[in-house]
């Protein structure tokens, strides 16, 4: 049977992801006691292959239940069940603006005193055991609805346990380190298009921009350490039973160098890892490199719905 445990910050978008596997043929269930997950997964795992259950586990379940969760899912290990642990995230600044514009309580105010940005805090804190468990974390802070339910489709659904799934991703520092980073690598060390006014206006994908950075040794040399360095770790890192890994480069605007640098990395790579997901966060793209693609890669502009749960 297929598992798959969506937890999370409240107003990171964990409804619209268990909607979306439940699009995709799970059997969803939102806000699951974790004490009966056991239980359930021994009602649907007499069929087999056929059964896919998606639920949603997170701070509204009842006091001491999560404590308990890590045991329990060291026990579903232990029986050989095939489950994955998706934790969702939101920057906690987001996620104040989110609740104030919909005017909703957040599920640990309702019984409480504390303040909305308390209450965001607290969470965070209770969910904490469960965010160091997750085999993938997504950061949905400037992902749209729509960006987030193909996520899900792309990364969770099609997921195979014995293939890691690796993730190269631009950024700006100047809009903050990714929440969802495994590995940060800084790029700001590079000669930066940005200083040239008639190249200020291009990206990373453009032939002009290439043709500057390809130009300097350093760019080719730091490039080559970086693969090297992937290629002698990732191996270690699936073997340690990891499924997902997200690679972030980023430099100052996240435009020029690190867009250029995940490219070429991509490129290289993609030979060994056969396909590889490709996210330029400033730029607003995302699409799949694959070893042998039946068309060049299409990019995905993504939109600017927030997802929420």
């Known amino acids: 049977m297929q598992l798959v445990i969506i937890s999370g910050r409240s107003g990171s978008g964990k409804s619209i992801a268990l909607q979306a596997l439940e699009d995709l043929g799970y059997y969803a269930i939102d806000n699951l006691p974790a004490m ?99 085999d993938l974390l997504i950061d949905t802070s400037r992902l749209s609805v729509h960006d987030l339910r193909r996520r899900i489709t792309d990364q969770v659904a099609h997921q195979r346990r014995d293939k890691l799934t690796l ?28 200083w040239d006014p008639t190249l200020r206006q291009f990206t990373g994908r453009d032939a002009n921009i290439v043709a500057f950075l390809s130009g300097y040794p350093i760019v080719d040399a730091m490039s080559n350490d970086i693969q090297a360095w992937l290629e002698r770790w990732l191996p270690a890192y699936q073997d340690s039973q990891r499924s997902y890994m997200t690679i972030a480069i980023g430099c100052t605007g996240g435009q020029h160098r690190s867009v250029y640098m995940v490219e070429q990395l991509a490129e290289r790579l993609v030979h060994s890892m056969g396909e590889i997901q490709l996210r330029h966060r400033e730029l607003g793209l995302q699409y799949t490199l694959s070893e042998q693609p039946a068309a060049p890669p299409a990019a995905t502009q993504t939109g600017e719905q927030p997802a929420t749960s």
């Open 167 to 194: 993730t190269l991703e631009s950024f700006g520092y100047k809009r903050g380190v990714p929440l969802d980073a495994d590995l940060v690598f800084d790029v700001r060390c590079l000669p930066n298009p940005y």
């Open 36 to 134: 009966l997950l056991g239980s359930l997964v021994d009602q649907l795992r007499d069929q087999g292959d056929r059964a896919h259950l998606a639920v949603s586990i997170d701070a509204r379940n009842l006091p001491g239940a999560l404590e308990r969760l890590p045991s329990m899912l060291e026990e579903l290990r232990q029986r050989k069940i095939n489950f994955q642990v998706i934790y969702l995230t939101t920057d906690a600044r987001i996620l104040l603006e989110r609740y104030s514009a919909t005017r909703r309580r957040h599920p640990l105010t309702r019984d409480s005193e504390m303040t909305l940005e308390e209450a965001i805090n607290k969470e965070e804190e209770t969910l904490h055991d469960i965010r160091d468990l997750a």
